[in-house]
């Protein structure tokens, strides 16, 4: 965090805009809000293959009211019921992801009071334990232990992306309030300049050695700077909300900013940003994503489609009794053994056409993330090639900056000793303020270039080493 000086101004650089923004900003809490959830839907998923352990019953079960009750001869009688049938079952699960069955076991105790007749009644089950799998059917929990982990991957890879994203655009903001201040300080300069030359200019007129047209031409520059002026802090008060509503600083003290140096010299080839960028972009991710989603529907359609079956065992004993320790002693064995199944005899086509319609949409989505693929790729290595442009283009627009203000130093001498049009001067004038707007351009371009690229490949290239955030 930068200090508050005493002149009630805030020095920021780039990089602590950068920081700030990461620290404070709308868009940093969105970040983490979203890997937050992203976090919790995978616990989510990871729970489905642990253990599961569940009490229920009927605490207390009490009723009293008429029901019907069917006669032998036909008729019905309303016969009054007042009774209380209270239960407590314990259930346990464990799924198999490999099969897609499931382990499960449970233990439970009935307690039925009639009031009517005095009497009480226990029933339970000490405990028994089941198998049920299906057979032939479609197995989602082996496919979402494929899908899920991806899906994870897909969105810290996201956040991470989110955190450059973020640097992106306060690049923008802070070039844009930068070339605000710098035309500010241009204008200002100019007036200052232009008001001292008219000073030397009227005094020529008086002696007739300039004419009055230069003393008009003159007073239109004077003008022009105090516009110039007028829109350049506007600018700059637009740009300063900006820029301190995103990076998230509060106050309405006076930013104060640093004009950035160039990139460090590194080399950044196109071959080790594309390899970073299929390890850790979640785009990357999202093409195996997308190609194992497409496998699965495949699967499920297959999977509905022809015999489908689920066989189910269960073994246990149950017993029942006038009170609770009764029913634990020698109860007697239950088993089940089930097979359920169903066979489309007739059905026009249609389990043909599922799997047919999810093999096509299976074939569509590998040409899809072939054409992605080639966008990406062809995304990094435009970027890398601007970038490495833009490193050239910044020394140039240096350098003509600095001519540009020799030679508009030169002009200004030159005109005062009366060797130089007001028409030459007004052209230096020019030209030496695009320059210096030129040089704040190439400085953006080649900061908004790289940050591009460590967003296209989450790679620090100064450390050497893959951007984390925890």
């Known amino acids: 965090m930068p200090a508050l000086a005493q002149t009630d101004s805030i020095k920021l650089s780039l990089l602590q805009a950068v920081e700030l923004a990461k620290q404070n900003s709308i868009a940093e809490k969105q970040a983490?809000?979203?890997?937050?959830?992203?976090?919790?839907?995978?616990?989510?998923?990871?729970?489905?293959?642990?253990?599961?352990?569940?009490?229920?019953?009927?605490?207390?079960g009490y009723s009293?009211?008429?029901?019907?009750?069917?006669?032998?001869?036909?008729?019905?009688?309303?016969?009054?019921?007042?009774?209380?049938?209270?239960?407590?079952?314990?259930?346990?699960?464990?799924?198999?992801?490999?099969?897609?069955g499931t382990i499960y076991g449970n233990s439970q105790l009935q307690r039925f009071s009639d009031f009517d007749r005095n009497n009480v009644l226990y029933n339970g089950q000490p405990y028994s334990i089941g198998f049920s799998q299906p057979?032939?059917?479609?197995?989602?929990?082996?496919?979402?232990?494929?899908?899920?982990?991806?899906?994870?991957?897909?969105?810290?890879?996201?956040?991470?992306?989110?955190q450059e994203k973020i640097a992106i655009n306060v690049t923008g903001?802070?070039?844009?309030?930068?070339?605000?201040?710098?035309?500010?300080?241009?204008?200002?300069t100019n007036l200052n300049n232009t008001q001292r030359?008219?000073?030397?200019?009227?005094?020529?007129?008086?002696?007739?050695?300039?004419?009055?047209?230069e003393i008009l031409q003159l007073e239109l520059e004077e003008l022009n700077s105090r516009k110039a002026l007028g829109t350049a802090l506007r600018d700059m008060e637009i740009a300063t909300l900006t820029l301190r509503s995103y990076v998230g600083m509060e106050g309405a003290d006076r930013i104060v900013l640093d004009v950035p140096a160039g990139v460090n010299e590194m080399t950044i080839s196109s071959d080790k940003v594309l390899s970073e960028a299929l390890e850790n972009r979640s785009q990357a991710t999202a093409f195996i994503r997308r190609v194992a989603e497409a496998k699965r529907d495949v699967a499920k359609a297959k999977g509905q489609s022809g015999l489908v079956a689920a066989l189910q065992a269960n073994l246990g004993f149950s017993n029942t009794a006038t009170n609770i320790p009764d029913i634990y002693r020698s109860p007697q064995q239950q088993?089940?053994?089930?097979?359920?199944?169903?066979?489309?005899?007739?059905?026009?086509?249609?389990?043909?056409?599922?799997?047919?319609?999810?093999?096509?949409?299976?074939?569509?989505?590998?040409?899809?993330?072939?054409?992605?693929?080639?966008?990406?790729?062809?995304?990094i290595v435009t970027q890398v090639t601007l970038f490495n442009m833009m490193r050239g283009q910044l020394s140039l627009t240096g350098k003509a900056d600095e001519i540009a203000s020799e030679k508009y130093k030169i002009a200004k001498e030159r005109y005062i000793l009366g060797d130089l049009s007001i028409t030459d001067l007004s052209i230096a004038f020019t030209q030496n303020d695009q320059a210096k707007r030129d040089h704040i351009s190439s400085l953006r371009d080649l900061w908004g270039a790289y940050y591009q690229l460590r967003y296209l490949s989450l790679y620090d290239f100064e450390k050497k080493e893959k951007i984390n955030y925890k």
């Open 32 to 60: 983490v809000t979203t890997r937050e959830t992203k976090y919790w839907e995978w616990r989510t998923f990871k729970s489905n293959y642990q253990p599961q352990l569940a009490l229920s019953g009927i605490l207390p």
């Open 64 to 100: 009293k009211t008429y029901s019907q009750v069917m006669q032998p001869n036909g008729t019905i009688l309303f016969q009054p019921i007042h009774n209380d049938n209270s239960s407590l079952e314990l259930n346990f699960s464990q799924s198999i992801s490999a099969t897609g």
């Open 135 to 162: 057979l032939f059917q479609y197995n989602q929990l082996k496919w979402d232990k494929k899908i899920e982990p991806l899906k994870y991957k897909e969105s810290t890879q996201a956040f991470i992306e989110a």
């Open 173 to 188: 903001y802070f070039f844009d309030l930068l070339l605000a201040q710098v035309n500010h300080k241009i204008a200002q």
């Open 197 to 213: 030359i008219m000073g030397i200019a009227k005094l020529k007129f008086e002696l007739g050695k300039v004419s009055k047209n």
């Open 335 to 379: 088993q089940l053994v089930q097979l359920q199944f169903s066979i489309p005899v007739l059905d026009w086509g249609r389990s043909k056409s599922r799997t047919k319609t999810a093999e096509a949409n299976e074939q569509f989505v590998n040409y899809a993330v072939e054409q992605d693929k080639q966008i990406f790729q062809q995304e």
